[in-house]
Nanobody, 130 residues
Framework: QAQLVESGGGSVQAGGSLKLSCAGSGFTYSSRCMGWFRQAPGKEREGVAKIYTGDGNTVYADSVKGRFTVSQDNAKNIVYLQMNSLKPEDTAMYFC???????????????????????WGQGTQVIVSS
């Protein structure tokens, strides 16, 4: 069973940057869809970005386009989320997720429903102060 561990969260001022990492292990297949989600207190978990490890294709939520970049190091099974120009509204717990059964065509859609992902990390907190 896949295991995911996030790191890199912290507190920054608005306009600052953070880089999150997600280290994965126990994968069954060589390619998978990896996603980043976030959840603020009292709000639903929302998709932020995803990447298909087979071809590196990426998708972003409109709220983070142009500010966040998802990337991967396939050799190390690590997925990153570079977050620039952070805003107070980016404050949330950030989670890494994996969908090993997803094809690249599914991963390339804008759909990021949290209930469609079958492996989750424990989360890392991001706080952006104004």
């Amino acid at each position: 069973q896949a295991q995911l561990v996030e790191s890199g969260g912290g507190s920054v001022q608005a306009g600052g940057s953070l880089k999150l990492s997600c280290a994965g292990s126990g994968f069954t297949y060589s390619s998978r869809c990896m996603g980043w989600f976030r959840q603020a207190p009292g709000k639903e978990r929302e998709g932020v970005a995803k990447i298909y490890t087979g071809d590196g294709n990426t998708v972003y939520a409109d709220s983070v386009k142009g500010r966040f970049t998802v990337s991967q190091d396939n050799a190390k099974n690590i997925v990153y989320l570079q977050m620039n120009s952070l805003k107070p509204e980016d404050t949330a717990m950030y989670f890494c997720a994996a969908n090993e059964l997803a094809l690249g065509t599914w991963c390339a859609t804008t759909r990021m429903a949290h209930y469609e992902w079958n492996a989750w990390g424990q989360g890392t907190q991001v706080i952006v102060s104004s």
